[in-house]
């Protein structure tokens, strides 16, 4: 019998250190205050930026586009003209965009607007971007018979 109870140990240890002691959190999420890290972007603080950045990659996409705005058009950040990018570019994909070549005019002049920004600043993930864009939409996916 006593057998049996030391079997059931490494169980009901294992068990226990399984359950967590409260509330999941996610490997992105820097802190629990993130007003105050709007509060310190917004301020121009790049450290609060990359935070929420990180941060915002738990959520919708869109969420981290005021943020990026902010920090591109106030404050210059050569990285957030090319998060402003991606903030809009995904949620067109979100809503059924295949490619830059499905999104509306105005749109496309904003994206390569703030591509243009980013490639400008050093950033040369934009200026792969823009190389690709260049290039033309994709061939049409379909049946060649």
Same mark, same amino acid.
Request: glycine content about 6%.
């Given at each position: 019998?006593?057998?049996?109870?030391?079997?059931?140990?490494?169980?009901?240890?294992?068990?226990?250190?399984?359950?967590?002691?409260?509330?999941? $959190?996610?490997?992105?999420?820097?802190?629990?205050?993130?007003?105050?890290?709007? $509060?310190?972007?917004?301020?121009?603080?790049?450290?609060?930026? $990359?935070?929420? $950045?990180?941060?915002?990659?738990?959520?919708?996409?869109?969420?981290?586009?005021?943020?990026?705005?902010?920090?591109?058009?106030?404050?210059?950040?050569?990285?957030?003209?090319?998060?402003?990018?991606?903030?809009?570019?995904?949620?067109?994909?979100?809503?059924?965009?295949?490619?830059?070549?499905?999104?509306?005019?105005?749109?496309?002049?904003?994206?390569?607007?703030?591509?243009?920004?980013?490639?400008?600043?050093?950033?040369?993930?934009?200026?792969?971007?823009?190389?690709?864009?260049?290039?033309?939409?994709?061939?049409?996916?379909?049946?060649?018979?």
């Amino acid at each position: 019998m006593k057998k049996n109870k030391f079997l059931w140990l490494p169980l009901l240890l294992t068990f226990s250190m399984c359950q967590g002691g409260g509330e999941e $959190r996610s490997m992105n999420h820097m802190s629990d205050d993130i007003p105050k890290l709007e $509060r310190d972007a917004y301020a121009g603080n790049v450290e609060a930026y $990359r935070d929420l $950045r990180t941060m915002s990659l738990d959520y919708a996409p869109g969420t981290f586009l005021f943020s990026s705005l902010l920090m591109a058009n106030k404050h210059g950040l050569p990285e957030a003209y090319l998060d402003v990018y991606y903030c809009i570019y995904n949620q067109c994909l979100a809503h059924g965009a295949n490619s830059f070549y499905d999104v509306d005019p105005a749109t496309q002049q904003v994206l390569l607007s703030y591509l243009k920004k980013a490639a400008k600043k050093g950033i040369s993930e934009a200026d792969t971007i823009l190389l690709e864009i260049k290039k033309g939409p994709p061939p049409p996916v379909g049946n060649d018979m």
